[in-house]
């Protein structure tokens, strides 16, 4: 690894915590910088989830006093979760780098589509549980919501780009109405998707060191500059600018060779 190569991801890096803590969307800059120094897209993936783990276990420690009245429900959902991000993990490790070089443009034009119409989605499910017949005022964690979660929880073990948005649309469609709710939930629920992803690709060896531990400490710093810039930059600005982003970055790897 050069100078230069170290001096791109960690600003990937820097980039994505700072994001991260704001509106989302970190991985359209940590990911791309470790493909364009040359780490295999499958490596590439993985340490970029090692790289990331860390701030979605302040996420959800962040929520733990809005988390402890749910733990009856949070259980099943939490082994989903489990079940999910080991199966995506594997599947990942399974998957040859020229197939996931093929998926990335793709993958990366389904998160950004996500990314983009959160706004819309979310709106279109508060307006649906209105009007479905019988809807439920709490959850249940019934067999559907749990199968919604285990499904989220394999493409985030696979490619995380977008999970959280399709895991609250998932926790939406299961009944939950309370963004702050659905927030804690899904933080809770990422961190243990995250960490069952990040002790598969230890385990398996699929994780670049050298790269990971110099995004690990500018991923933290870029979280702490993030949530002071919050208070600066309108969080909109900063949607935008991660939309354009993701949009550039998806038309160029379609024409990648």
């Given at each position: 690894?050069?100078?230069?190569?170290?001096?791109?991801?960690?600003?990937?890096?820097?980039?994505?915590?700072?994001?991260n803590?704001?509106?989302?969307g970190?991985?359209?800059?940590?990911?791309?910088?470790?493909?364009?120094?040359?780490?295999?897209?499958?490596?590439?993936n993985?340490?970029?989830?090692?790289?990331?783990?860390?701030?979605?276990?302040?996420g959800?420690?962040a929520?733990?006093?809005?988390?402890v009245?749910?733990?009856?429900?949070?259980?099943?959902?939490?082994?989903?979760?489990?079940?999910?991000?080991?199966?995506?993990?594997l599947?990942?490790?399974?998957?040859?780098?020229?197939?996931?070089?093929?998926?990335?443009?793709?993958?990366?034009?389904?998160?950004?589509?996500?990314?983009?119409?959160?706004?819309?989605?979310?709106?279109?499910?508060?307006?649906?549980?209105?009007?479905?017949?019988?809807?439920?005022?709490?959850?249940?964690?019934?067999?559907?919501?749990?199968?919604?979660?285990?499904?989220?929880?394999?493409?985030?073990?696979?490619?995380?780009?977008?999970m959280?948005?399709?895991?609250?649309?998932?926790?939406a469609?299961?009944?939950?109405?309370?963004?702050?709710?659905?927030?804690?939930?899904?933080?809770?629920?990422?961190?243990?998707?995250?960490?069952?992803?990040?002790?598969?690709?230890?385990?398996?060896?699929?994780?670049?060191?050298?790269?990971?531990?110099?995004?690990?400490?500018?991923?933290?710093?870029?979280?702490?500059a993030?949530?002071?810039?919050?208070?600066?930059?309108?969080a909109?600005?900063?949607?935008?600018?991660?939309?354009?982003?993701?949009?550039?970055?998806?038309?160029?790897?379609?024409?990648a060779?």
């Amino acid at each position: 690894m050069t100078l230069f190569d170290a001096a791109l991801i960690a600003l990937g890096a820097f980039a994505a915590g700072a994001v991260n803590s704001i509106a989302g969307g970190g991985t359209f800059f940590s990911f791309p910088a470790l493909l364009a120094v040359g780490v295999p897209p499958v490596v590439a993936n993985a340490s970029n989830s090692v790289s990331l783990w860390p701030g979605s276990l302040s996420g959800a420690w962040a929520y733990k006093r809005e988390l402890v009245p749910l733990k009856r429900y949070l259980l099943p959902m939490g082994v989903a979760s489990f079940i999910g991000g080991i199966c995506g993990g594997l599947l990942l490790l399974l998957t040859k780098d020229a197939t996931f070089k093929r998926l990335i443009p793709w993958l990366l034009a389904f998160a950004t589509l996500l990314f983009a119409f959160s706004g819309q989605i979310s709106a279109a499910l508060r307006r649906w549980r209105k009007v479905a017949p019988g809807a439920a005022t709490r959850p249940r964690g019934g067999a559907l919501g749990w199968l919604g979660q285990l499904l989220v929880s394999i493409y985030g073990g696979f490619f995380g780009a977008g999970m959280g948005i399709l895991m609250m649309a998932s926790l939406a469609i299961a009944g939950h109405e309370d963004v702050q709710e659905i927030n804690a939930i899904k933080n809770l629920l990422s961190a243990v998707i995250y960490s069952v992803t990040v002790v598969t690709f230890i385990v398996a060896g699929a994780v670049s060191w050298p790269h990971t531990l110099v995004m690990i400490v500018t991923a933290t710093l870029g979280g702490y500059a993030g949530a002071s810039m919050a208070r600066r930059v309108p969080a909109l600005w900063l949607r935008r600018a991660v939309i354009a982003t993701g949009v550039l970055l998806t038309l160029y790897y379609f024409q990648a060779p």
